[in-house]
């Protein structure tokens, strides 16, 4: 189900369980820098929300194909849509479903219906071999729900094969790190409005970012080199 505006708000008010993969470093479709500006910039204004391409937008509407499939296949019922607060108070998640009475996470996914992707990301069925951008956001999802929250049910239709089911168990030590990765990019950098360092924004972020007139920074070379290797290689 498609969020709403004030969904995308309140979003911006937390570390959510897609912004853990780009924190990661593990999102190719995303940086550390684009989550930086993401929960810095102002919702109106200059500053513009992203764009949505087809492929987010299937993503998005066949959500609840996939979770109805995973509910015949397995005969479980689900909850959906349900939102969390992690107890730090920074990390929270919007959760595709819940197993009613077990403390079971299930989210929903789809692949190469609009863009080719590479089918060696997802492995035999009923493993964990999914893509780690995947496995991260499960784990993030994992600890703000708590320690009681031992399994998470990727159910997926991935493009020229169909529906598939996966199942990922969590790994205590894994949300210790990511925990604590997600609580120090929080407190360094978003709240002292200081973008991470090696970290560079994608051009769809840096059209987005409000400019304020008057205000000169200074800028490396090594960062308008890299840019302007980005702008040609888009081009």
């Known amino acids: 189900m498609p969020i709403t505006e004030n969904q995308k708000e309140k979003r911006r008010k937390y570390l959510g369980s897609s912004d853990a993969p780009a924190i990661a470093g593990v999102n ?4 550390a820098a684009d989550v ?4 810095i910039m102002p919702p109106s204004g200059n500053g513009k929300p992203p764009a949505e ?14 979770l109805s ?9 689900l909850r959906r849509n ?7 108070g920074i990390m929270a998640a919007n959760l595709d479903a819940l197993v009613g009475g077990s403390p079971v996470i299930v989210e929903a996914k789809t692949a190469g219906i609009i ?5 060696d990301e997802w492995g035999m069925i009923e493993t964990d071999e999914v893509p780690e951008r995947v496995i991260v956001q ?34 205590d030590q894994l949300i210790e790190q990511l925990v604590g990765l997600e609580i120090n990019f929080w407190n360094e950098y978003v709240l002292k409005r200081t973008p991470p360092p090696d970290s560079l924004p994608s051009l769809e972020v840096l059209k987005r970012i409000q400019r304020q007139p008057n205000k000169i920074v200074p800028v490396s070379n090594d960062l308008v080199l890299e ?9």
């Open 115 to 119: 863009t080719p992707f590479n089918r």
């Open 82 to 88: 349900q939102r969390r607060v992690h107890g730090n």
């Open 227 to 235: 840019w302007q290797d980005a702008s040609n290689l888009e081009k």
């Open 28 to 31: 190719p479709w995303q940086t």
């Open 36 to 39: 930086y500006f993401d929960k």
């Open 138 to 171: 499960v784990h993030h999802q994992m600890a703000v729900m708590g320690e009681e929250y031992r399994t998470a049910w990727v159910p997926v239709l991935l493009g020229g094969i169909g529906f598939r089911k996966y199942r990922i168990d969590r790994n």
């Open 69 to 77: 499939w995973f509910e015949k296949e397995t005969g479980l019922k």
């Open 53 to 66: 391409n087809d492929a987010i937008l299937v993503g998005k509407f066949c959500e609840s194909a996939v």
